[in-house]
């Protein structure tokens, strides 16, 4: 029996959208986002020109998808790295650990970063902040962390995972990062070795 005919194109369109992601994801890391442009992801494609407007409206909007895409995936990771931690150092650095590796690993060292087009609000990235002020909550009740304001705590670290980030994929080493995100959480700016 044939599938229906909304079931084939409901996949059709999944498969259209995932062909525009993986090409405009091939070409930014080809060519940078600011210089690529719409036609050279639809260039990357075996669809036809006008497909690429049915899904996306500009390259901004399909780099936001891309950036989704990753907060999704990386979300579990970090989640368990931070639900396994029985200190608030092990908290920390393996929650930092866990997200410099899956941002390396989604990377390339020929890549234009531009993460002043990410947009910070979408739900993707909402929800995954929201997950990390629960944790934080989760692990004060455990004990991990001293009564503290999780909601002060959570976006600190984000900031600063965020930013630490970028120097990774630069080249900076990973485990310098994060013993240095580490110490800075914990202890401040005192805590820091000095240079």
Request: a neutral charge; hydrophobic letters at 50%.
């Amino acid at each position: 029996m044939d599938e229906p005919k909304a079931s084939r194109r409901e996949l059709t369109k999944a498969q259209n959208r995932e062909v525009i992601l993986t090409a405009a994801r091939s070409v930014f890391v080809q060519l940078g986002f600011a210089k690529a442009t719409v036609r050279d992801v639809i260039r990357a494609t075996p669809l036809a020109s006008g497909t690429f407007y049915n899904y996306f409206k500009s390259k901004e909007e399909v780099y936001q998808a891309l950036r989704d895409e990753a907060a999704l995936a990386v979300r579990p990771s970090l989640r368990a790295a931070r639900l396994a931690a029985t200190t608030a150092e092990e908290f920390l650095s393996s929650g930092f650990r866990a997200f410099f590796a899956f941002s390396v690993s989604r990377h390339d060292a020929g890549a234009v970063t531009e993460a002043s087009r990410f947009r910070m609000d979408s739900p993707e990235v909402l929800a995954g902040f929201a997950e990390l002020r629960e944790d934080i909550e989760a692990a004060i009740a455990r004990g991990v962390f001293p009564p503290l304001d999780a909601g002060l705590l959570a976006p600190a670290i984000i900031g600063i995972a965020f930013e630490l980030a970028q120097q990774v994929k630069a080249g900076r080493d990973a485990e310098d990062a994060v013993g240095f995100a580490t110490a800075l959480v914990l202890g401040g700016v005192a805590a820091l070795p000095k240079a």
